[in-house]
């Protein structure tokens, strides 16, 4: 069974930084893709990045430059480095782990690449 557990989330003024954390049991993060998605109030689940076992990284447009997937495969975590945050970051942030071993295409910016979830952590930037 896939646990996700994230942590860090908390208020923040804008311009300022946060760093997530997502620590898996049941499956591994070198070897699976791993994702970070966002859930702004009042608006659907959205891709912000994805990590693969072959260090290819994606990020959207809207994070771009500011944000940093990154891996620990001995604590088997994959954190989120959040810099020069905006109001607009404000969001309920999911870990995701992806269902193919060793896939590193596009497609994961998809949600339906994923399959397992953590229960989220708020993130909220105040101007």
């Known amino acids: 069974q896939v646990q996700l557990v994230e942590s860090g989330g908390r208020l923040v003024q804008a311009g300022g930084s946060l760093r997530l954390s997502c620590a898996a049991t049941?499956?591994?993060?070198?070897?699976?893709?791993m994702g970070w998605f966002r859930q702004p109030p009042g608006k659907e689940r959205e891709f912000v990045a994805a990590?693969?076992?072959?260090?290819?990284?994606y990020y959207s447009d809207s994070v771009k430059g500011r944000f940093t997937i990154s891996r620990d495969n001995a604590k088997n975590t994959v954190y989120l480095e959040m810099n020069m945050l905006k109001p607009e970051d404000t969001a309920v942030y999911y870990c995701?782990?992806?269902?193919?071993?060793?896939?590193?295409?596009?497609?994961?910016?998809?949600?339906?690449?994923?399959?397992?979830w953590g229960q989220g952590t708020q993130v909220t930037v105040s101007s």
């Open positions: 995701a782990a992806g269902r193919r071993p060793y896939y590193s295409g596009s497609l994961l910016q998809l949600v339906e690449q994923f399959d397992s």
């Open positions: 049941g499956r591994t993060v070198s070897t699976y893709p």
């Open positions: 990590i693969t076992w072959s260090n290819n990284e």
